[in-house]
C-alpha cells in the first residue's frame, strides 16, 4: 500500500511537471506589461514611495478591528442557540456594549470621517 502511495505521488509530480513545461510560454513575448501584477491600482512602471493616504490606512484598520469583533459573534451566537443561559446572554451584551463603545468613541475622534472638514 505504502509503495502504491509512492508511485502515485511521483506519477502525479512528473504527469504535473509535464503540463507546467508544455504550458510555460515565454515572458519575452511583448506581453511583460500585461504579466506584472496588479497592486490596488497602482501603476507598477511609477515610482514606489508614492503618497499613501493615512486615513484611508486608518479607515481599512478600524474595519479589520471591527470585523474580526463581529465575526466572533457568531460562534457565541451559535453556542446561545443551543443552550440558553443568563451568563451567555451577559457576555454577548458585555461584549456588544464594548464593540459600541469602541465604534462611538472612535466616531466622536473623527476617525470615521472619510473628508476632513
Same mark, same amino acid.
Not at 508511485?7 to 504535473?16: D, E, H, K, R
Given at each position: ?6 508511485? +502515485? ?94 465604534? +462611538? ?13
Amino acid at each position: 500500500m505504502f509503495f502504491s502511495s509512492v508511485l +502515485f505521488g511521483l506519477v502525479l509530480s512528473g504527469a504535473l511537471l509535464v503540463v507546467y513545461f508544455l504550458t510555460y510560454f515565454n515572458i519575452e513575448s511583448g506581453l511583460e506589461e500585461k504579466m506584472t501584477p496588479f497592486e490596488c491600482g497602482f501603476d507598477p512602471l511609477s515610482k514606489m514611495r508614492a503618497p499613501f493616504s493615512t486615513r484611508f490606512f486608518l479607515l481599512v484598520v478600524l474595519f479589520l478591528i471591527f470585523d474580526v469583533e463581529v465575526a466572533l459573534l457568531f460562534p457565541v451566537l451559535s453556542a446561545f442557540y443551543s443552550t440558553t443561559s443568563v451568563n451567555i446572554l451577559m457576555i454577548v451584551l458585555l461584549f456588544i456594549a464594548i464593540l459600541l463603545f469602541g465604534m +462611538f468613541h472612535e466616531w466622536n475622534e473623527g476617525a470615521l470621517d472619510w473628508v476632513s472638514s
